[in-house]
């Protein structure tokens, strides 16, 4: 097995395509890979400002590389100069350990999660089933939304409050990338019992992320028999996806049936006033500064989609106040989420310019889109433009006919087809949703 050094190494190209020059300049040039202990990559950094910029912006970026570079998903801690706090005591709650499991994180509570009108359904479901005996309209439960947006913080915090209430209850939180890992490792190794005695006796099965098992047919087969023995005995299953059963493609029709056969629920962006009460809760009793209403407004009007990326802003600024031993004043502050925060450049988005990004991507003509030939070479592409333009735009079927130049009952099933298509090939999927992040992230 490769070493930290060599791994972090390894991940170095994958962390480059994926954040700024500036970004990587100003926070990955200052860490440095220490060792593996326990499924934590350990960092070291000199100065906190680094270390929580790291952990507000680049977290996540960071495990996606390692896990590239290894298969295996670690959790990341940075020090600094090396030194790593100890953790404060914690109640030992019952959950199940097997290797690259993640336990529960005990910071996530439903005592500090914000409930705005995006999340107070999913909040009260979550909550709901937390008391007493599982209710069988509420199992599966099925929680989708964008990335960031509190899905796994609810996880969490279903676990946490259901060991709070009932200690001898089993919890099991683990990632649908873990799940797989742990079937594929059982095979290689023979321990298919073990396997499935884990993931099968245990009262609360909390799985992230399961769209991932799109396109994983055996692993998909072992989760549909590991789904049907959990719920004929009667024990709870919390799915999150960032997406609803009918749009993960390549699902097998068996899973999406009972994903979709009790109860799902949509947690979408903030509102303004969530994303203020999300800012505000962020800064702690540590910080002796002020920050005032003008910055604090500033970050939720630039920031609107992702709480994560929020969190990310407040803790980077602060960063910045502690290390100046100044406070940030709005200059300040709008040049920090210009450089490190891209939603912030991006321009608004059209049927138009989403029109010359696909000819761009297919590397087509100028107003090959909006022409008459039916080539598969240009037909294809105007589907897929059609389609990403009901998804990121407002604008009405008739609006978009005008756009593309075309009838708008031929949008409405040009757009449908591609909805279709990416249920049924991966490639399609791969590529559309390749098209709308190159889209989103253009500036």
């Known amino acids: 097995m490769k070493n930290a050094s060599e791994i972090w190494e390894l991940s170095i190209p994958y962390i480059k395509e994926k954040v700024s020059e500036t970004g990587f300049n100003t ?4 860490l440095k890979p220490e060792y593996i202990e326990d499924d934590i990559f350990y960092l070291s950094t000199t100065n906190k400002l680094y270390k929580d910029m790291f952990v507000g912006i680049y977290d996540d970026i960071a495990k996606m590389a390692i896990l590239e570079v290894t298969g295996n998903t670690y959790d990341i801690e940075v020090t600094i100069g090396g030194v790593v706090d100890k953790p404060k005591q914690q109640t030992q709650y019952k959950t199940v350990e097997f290797e690259g499991s993640i336990s529960l994180n005990p910071k996530f ?7 705005g009108s995006n999340s107070e359904f999913a909040f009260a479901a979550a909550y709901s089933i937390t008391q007493g005996s599982v209710r069988d309209d509420y199992n599966p439960l099925f929680l989708y939304g964008g990335s960031g947006l509190g899905k796994t913080h609810l996880l969490h915090a279903i676990g ?18 873990t799940f797989m890992n742990e079937f594929v490792n059982s095979i290689k190794n023979e321990t298919n019992t073990e396997f499935r005695n884990k993931f099968r006796n245990v009262d609360v099965l909390l799985i992230d992320d399961i769209q991932f098992l799109a396109g994983k047919e055996g692993t998909q087969v072992e989760f ?4 049907n023995e959990l719920i004929n005995k009667n024990k709870q299953i ?18 999406r049936t009972r994903f979709s056969s009790r109860f799902m ?17 962020k800064v702690t ?7 005032s209403d003008e910055i604090f407004n500033l970050i939720a009007q630039q920031i609107k989609t992702n709480i994560r990326e929020l969190e990310g802003a407040i803790k980077t600024i602060i960063a910045y106040s502690d290390v100046s031993k100044k406070e940030i004043d709005y200059e300040t502050a709008n040049d920090i989420l210009k450089r490190y925060f891209v939603d912030t450049q991006k321009r608004k988005i059209t049927a138009e310019y989403i029109i010359k990004a696909v000819e761009k991507y297919f590397n087509l003509s100028e107003d090959t889109i909006i022409g008459t030939r039916r080539d598969k070479s240009y037909a294809v592409p105007r589907q897929y433009a059609m389609y990403i ?7 009405s079927y008739l609006k978009l006919a005008q756009d593309f130049k075309k009838d708008h009952t031929t949008v409405m099933h040009n757009i449908k087809k591609v909805a279709q298509a990416m249920q049924d090939d991966l490639k399609i999927y791969n590529t559309v949703n390749d098209l709308i992040k190159n889209i989103k992230n253009e500036d």
């Open 224 to 227: 549909f028999h590991t789904f």
């Open 238 to 255: 919390v799915i999150a996806s960032d997406r609803p059963p009918k749009d993960i493609a390549q699902l097998d029709d068996r899973l």
């Open 109 to 115: 509570t439903f005592e500090n999660f914000i409930v």
């Open 160 to 177: 946490n409050e259901i060991v709070k209430n009932d200690k001898d209850r089993t919890i099991l939180y683990v990632s649908a990338e």
């Open 389 to 395: 333009a009901k998804e990121l735009t407002n604008a």
């Open 27 to 30: 926070v990955f040039e200052k």
């Open 265 to 281: 629920i949509d947690i979408q962006p903030p509102d303004f006033e969530t994303r203020l009460a999300i800012l505000h809760s």
């Open 285 to 291: 009793d540590d910080y002796s500064g002020e920050i």
